[in-house]
C-alpha cells in the first residue's frame, strides 16, 4: 500500500470526500494533519462573506484517519501560525509522497523542503489561474518566490486548462503536471425522481415561484466581485412570455441591494448549508456565475451533476476543452460584465428547450469526471507514475 500523508490548513467540505474516497480504495495508508487546530476543532464559524456564523451539516472528520497538529506560534491570524509537530509527523512513517496545498502557509514552507532532505515526493495542489492579473508589485515578488518554492515540488496536481496554464507559466515542465479535478461527492447529489419532485414543489411554495417560471440560480456569497447585480440586470432585460425568477442561494452584504434592485423577479434565500443544496440545484434551469474572479467555482460541478448547464463570465477559471465547464457542449461564456450578452444567452436557452437539455444531458456526463472517487484514482495514479519516487524506490 501506498503511505501518503496529506498537510492541510483545516476540513473543508469539499476535501473531506476526497480523503475518505482515498481511504476506501485499499490501496492507500493514509493519514491527514490539520495545522490549524483552531479551525479544525471550531463547532462553528463566523464568515465575513455571509456575514453571519455558520456550521457545515456534512460530515468532515469521518472515514479517514486524521490527527489535529498542536500549533507553535499563534499571531493574529490563522494564515501565519507555525506548527511545532509538522516534523515529527513527517518523520513518523516511510511516506510514499506528501501532499500539499498552496504556498502562502508557512507551515507548507517548513513542510516541502524538509521532506525534500527526507527524499520524499511533495505533491502541491492549487486552484491558481493567470484570469486575473496580479498589480505588479505583487506580480514581482510571485517571481521570486513561487519558483523558489516550486523546486521543492516533484508533481502538480491540475484541476483543469487555466491551471495547467499557470503552472507552465511558473515554469513547471508537463512531465511534473498530473490532472486531478476539485472533486465533488457525487452520491451526496443523487435522489431518485419522487424525491426530487417532492423536494422541488416544496422549495416553489416556500418561494412563491409559480410553477410554469424558470429559475436562474446565482449559488454564492451576495459580495461585490461575485458581482451578484449583474444577473439581477441581465434578468430585468429579458422579455419572454413566462416570468423568469432570478434565485440568489447565499447571504452577503450585498443582500439588500440585489432584492430592492430586482423586485418581484428575485429571491434570496439567505445561507443555505450542504445537505440541502442538491434540491436547490434542481431546482435550477441555468446556474450563473457572473464573477470578476473566481478560480474554479464548484458550483458549476455541482450544478453539473444534476444536469444544469451554467453560463460563466470569462474570469471564472472552470472552462476549457478539458474542464467541467466547456462552451456549447455544457454551458456558456460571456465577457464579465456585459450584462446585455448575459441576457441574450440566457434568453435563447431558456427558449430552446431541446438546446437546454442537450447542454444538461452533456453537463451531467462531464460532471461524473470529477467525482470525489476519479480524483483520488488520480492522486493514486500520479503517486505511482512519478519518476522521482520510481527511482527512489529502486
Known amino acids: 500500500m501506498l503511505q501518503i500523508a496529506i498537510f492541510f490548513s483545516h476540513p473543508t467540505q469539499h476535501h473531506a470526500p476526497l480523503f475518505r474516497a482515498l481511504a476506501a480504495t485499499g490501496e492507500v495508508d493514509l493519514h491527514v494533519y490539520y495545522f490549524h487546530p483552531g479551525q479544525a476543532l471550531a463547532k462553528g464559524a463566523f464568515d465575513r462573506g455571509f456575514k453571519a456564523a455558520y456550521q457545515w451539516d456534512v460530515p468532515l472528520l469521518q472515514g ?10 499563534p499571531l493574529n491570524t490563522s494564515q501565519f501560525l507555525i506548527n511545532k509537530k509538522i516534523i515529527a509527523a513527517i518523520n513518523h512513517r516511510p511516506w510514499d509522497a506528501i501532499f500539499i496545498g498552496g504556498y502562502s502557509s508557512p507551515n507548507n514552507w517548513l513542510i516541502a523542503p524538509y521532506a525534500r532532505t527526507k527524499q520524499i515526493p511533495v505533491f502541491y495542489f492549487s486552484d491558481s489561474n493567470l484570469l486575473s492579473p496580479s498589480r505588479p508589485l505583487k506580480e514581482a515578488v510571485k517571481r521570486l518566490v513561487v519558483p523558489t518554492f ?13 491551471n ?7 515554469g513547471v515542465p508537463p512531465r511534473k503536471l498530473f490532472w486531478s479535478p476539485i472533486p465533488v461527492d457525487m452520491r451526496r447529489f443523487v435522489l431518485t425522481a419522487n424525491q426530487r419532485r417532492h423536494h422541488l414543489a416544496a422549495l416553489r411554495q416556500n418561494y412563491a415561484i409559480p410553477e410554469e417560471s424558470p429559475v436562474v440560480l446565482f449559488v ?4 461585490d466581485y461575485k458581482r451578484p447585480l449583474d444577473l439581477v440586470q441581465a434578468i430585468l432585460r429579458m422579455k419572454l412570455r413566462q416570468e423568469v425568477i432570478a434565485l440568489f442561494v447565499g447571504e452577503g452584504p ?11 423577479k428575485v429571491r434570496v434565500t439567505g445561507f443555505i448549508n450542504q445537505s440541502e443544496m442538491p434540491s436547490y440545484y434542481a431546482l435550477g434551469a441555468i446556474l450563473v456565475i457572473p ?18 448547464p451554467a453560463v460563466i463570465s470569462d474570469c471564472c477559471g472552470c472552462f476549457g476543452p478539458n474542464d467541467i465547464l466547456r462552451p456549447g457542449e455544457n454551458g456558456y461564456v460571456y465577457p464579465c460584465g456585459n450584462t446585455d450578452r448575459l ?3 440566457l434568453t435563447n436557452l431558456l427558449q430552446d428547450e431541446p438546446l437546454r437539455q442537450r447542454l ?13 472517487t476519479v480524483a483520488a484514482r488520480s492522486i493514486i495514479n500520479a503517486v505511482k507514475s512519478l519518476p522521482q519516487l520510481l527511482h527512489l524506490r529502486a
Open 64 to 73: 479517514y484517519p486524521y490527527t489535529i497538529l498542536e500549533r507553535l506560534w
Open 150 to 162: 516550486f523546486r521543492f515540488i516533484s508533481g502538480f496536481l491540475y484541476i483543469g486548462d487555466h
Open 164 to 170: 495547467y496554464a499557470y503552472y507552465r507559466h511558473r
Open 220 to 223: 454564492g456569497k451576495l459580495i
Open 254 to 264: 450585498l443582500r439588500e441591494a440585489v432584492q430592492a434592485a430586482g423586485g418581484a
Open 291 to 308: 464573477s470578476e474572479k473566481d478560480a474554479h467555482p464548484l458550483a458549476v460541478t455541482e450544478a453539473a451533476t444534476l444536469g444544469v
Open 343 to 345: 441576457a441574450e444567452i
Open 360 to 372: 444538461g444531458t452533456r453537463a451531467a456526463e462531464l460532471a461524473m469526471t470529477q467525482d470525489c
